[in-house]
């Protein structure tokens, strides 16, 4: 059964971010109805209860953590993450 997701992330500067998101979760999960946000920092999902920490995990990995979920010299790291895919977004 499908569900929909709503997940507040930290770091969505622009649309090659958007563009690497959208790559990036398609790449792991089956969803559909993915919605990026970057007012509100959120992506929107809709996908098997099973998918949404594969999504989560991508976004992290990506350097787009769950809001409050790092802080510090990770919260760094996945900054410096977020600019490495935000340039490969705006490539493709």
């Not at 969803?31 to 946000?37: E, H, N, P, T, Y």
């Not at 007012?39 to 099973?50: A, I, P, Y």
């Amino acid at each position: 059964m499908s569900h929909t997701f709503q997940v507040e992330v930290e770091n969505i500067k622009c649309g090659g971010c958007e563009n690497s998101i959208v790559k990036g979760i398609h790449s792991v999960a089956e969803v559909s109805a993915l919605v990026i946000d970057r007012e509100k920092q959120l992506v929107s999902f809709t996908g098997e209860e099973s998918i949404k920490q594969t999504v989560i995990d991508k976004l992290r990995a990506m350097g787009y953590p769950e809001k409050g979920s790092v802080s510090g010299l990770a919260a760094g790291l996945t900054n410096a993450k977020s600019f490495v895919s935000c340039a490969i977004g705006r490539m493709s």
